[in-house]
């Protein structure tokens, strides 16, 4: 069954950090570039990070540029997205999803992240 779970999600002060995880199974994940997504309330999904299928290349959105950061670990099968300097409009429910060939999209069930005083 292929499938992508998110964790770390949480409550965290303005300035603060966190690191999600997405863990994959049921898919050859070192074959396939992973990207995070976030969606705010009240607003559409929006893309957040790309990461290449062996690490070497990634992109961050405009708005996380120089906060965040997209690493993979495939010998565990995760994917990561470390965040720092976190601001209120960072607030949404983080995804990970993978493109895997015909068709198929797999999207984990996401994590919530809260940055508030």
């Known amino acids: 069954q292929v499938q992508l779970v998110e964790s770390g999600g949480g409550l965290v002060q303005p300035g603060g950090s966190l690191r999600l995880s997405c863990a994959a199974s049921?898919?050859?994940?070192?074959?396939?570039?992973m990207r995070w997504y976030r969606q705010a309330p009240g607003k559409e999904r929006e893309w957040v990070a790309f990461i290449s299928s062996g690490g070497g290349t990634t992109t961050c959105a405009d708005s996380v540029k120089g906060r965040f950061a997209i690493f993979r670990d495939n010998d565990k099968n995760t994917m990561y997205l470390q965040m720092t300097s976190l601001k209120p409009e960072d607030t949404a429910v983080y995804s990970c999803?993978?493109?895997?060939?015909?068709?198929?999209?797999?999207w984990g069930q996401g994590t919530l992240v809260t940055v508030s005083s």
């Open positions: 049921g898919f050859t994940f070192s074959n396939y570039a």
């Open positions: 999803n993978a493109r895997l060939g015909n068709n198929l999209e797999v």
